[in-house]
C-alpha cells in the first residue's frame, strides 16, 4: 500500500464545476496545497482521474514525509508540528518518525486526525521553477497527472 502525496499545481480560473468540487472534497482550496491520501481508499482513483489536469500526484517516501511533516506540518492554531505535540497527543513514542512510519503503513490516515493535526500542508513555488509547461500531463514534458516516485523531487524543491 502506498500513500499519494496530491499538489494541486493550477489555480483558481476557469475551473470545471465538476472539477472544483473534486478539488474541495480533496481539500485542495488554492494553489500549491498538498494532502497526503492512501491510495486504497475508496473512489480516489476516480477523483484523481476528474482532477488529473488541475494537479499532480504520485507515492511518497518515508524521508520526504519527516520532512513535510516536520516543516510544514501544522496543528490548530497554526502552530508548528513537533516531536513532544505526537508525543503527547497520538501518543506515539517515537515521535514525527513513527507517525510517517504509521501513515506510509496505512495504521493512520491524517485527514482523519484533522482535529489534532491539520490535513493540508501549504507549500512554496518549487525552487527552481517547473521544468516542464503546467498545462501537459507529466509524461509529455509537462507536469500535470501521475508522476510516481518522482512526487518526492518536485516535494524537496517545494518544502
Request: charged share 30%; net charge positive; glycine share 10%.
Amino acid at each position: 500500500m502506498a500513500l499519494y502525496a496530491i499538489i494541486r499545481i493550477r489555480g483558481q480560473a476557469d475551473v470545471h464545476p465538476k472539477v472544483e468540487s473534486t478539488l474541495k472534497l480533496l481539500r485542495l482550496h488554492k494553489k500549491f496545497h498538498c494532502v497526503l491520501y492512501p491510495e486504497d481508499l475508496p473512489g480516489i482513483k476516480g477523483m484523481l482521474h476528474v482532477i488529473k489536469d488541475w494537479a499532480t500526484w504520485g507515492e511518497i517516501d518515508k524521508e520526504t514525509l519527516v520532512e513535510l511533516l516536520r516543516k510544514r506540518g501544522r496543528i490548530p492554531g497554526n502552530k508548528p508540528l513537533t516531536d513532544e505535540y505526537v508525543r503527547e497527543v497520538l501518543g506515539l513514542k517515537g515521535g514525527i518518525e513513527e507517525l510517517a512510519e504509521k501513515l506510509i503503513r496505512g495504521e493512520l490516515y491524517l485527514h482523519k486526525l484533522e482535529d489534532k493535526i491539520k490535513p493540508v500542508f501549504r507549500l512554496k513555488p518549487p525552487s527552481g521553477g517547473f521544468k516542464g509547461s503546467i498545462k501537459k500531463p507529466y509524461g509529455s514534458n509537462g507536469e500535470l497527472g501521475y508522476r510516481g516516485p518522482a512526487i518526492n523531487d518536485l516535494l524537496k524543491r517545494m518544502i
